[in-house]
């Protein structure tokens, strides 16, 4: 069996009679039901947005702010204010703290330098180093003494 009605919420009737009854009232119902546009407000009115007060008491209170102080001074005033909002505004009138990026990653042939000063590991260099391992006993033992040795150092 092929149905060939058309669903139709609950809602969208609910609209169609309210259409239908303002029509009977003689009310335009386009308008009178549409969202209606706020009138500008006046140069001179005196109301100002939690905004503009987050910024004011964030400029008295000076540059090293936080959202907590803020909030605490608009609550004596009788302003609700959370705090992402006061983190939000801070941020974008500039007054949060830049974080530090990462340093960048040295090359592997910075890494290996160390505290050489830029000099590369010589002939003479490497006959000194397997002399001291075969003098301490192995490369195990060798390592073990100097890590101790930076650690006198420091």
Do not use: C
Request: glycine share 8%; net charge positive; charged share 35%.
């Amino acid at each position: 069996m092929a149905y060939n009605r058309v669903f139709v919420s609950p809602r969208s009737a609910e609209r169609k009679f309210e259409r239908n009854l303002a029509r009977e009232l003689g009310e335009n119902w386009e308008t009178s039901a549409m969202a209606k546009r706020r009138k500008p407000r006046a140069a001179g009115s005196e109301k100002v947005n939690k905004a503009e007060l987050i910024r004011q008491v964030a400029k008295a209170l000076g540059k090293k702010v936080r959202p907590r102080d803020i909030i605490a001074t608009l609550r004596e005033r009788g302003v609700m204010v959370s705090h992402p909002q006061v983190s939000k505004t801070l941020k974008s009138a500039g007054y949060r703290r830049r974080r530090r990026g990462r340093k960048g990653a040295r090359s592997a042939v910075e890494r290996t330098r160390g505290r050489s000063a830029g000099r590369p590991l010589d002939l003479e260099a490497l006959i000194a180093a397997k002399a001291l391992v075969e003098k301490l006993g192995g490369i195990a033992k060798a390592e073990a003494a100097i890590n101790v040795l930076k650690k006198l150092q420091r």
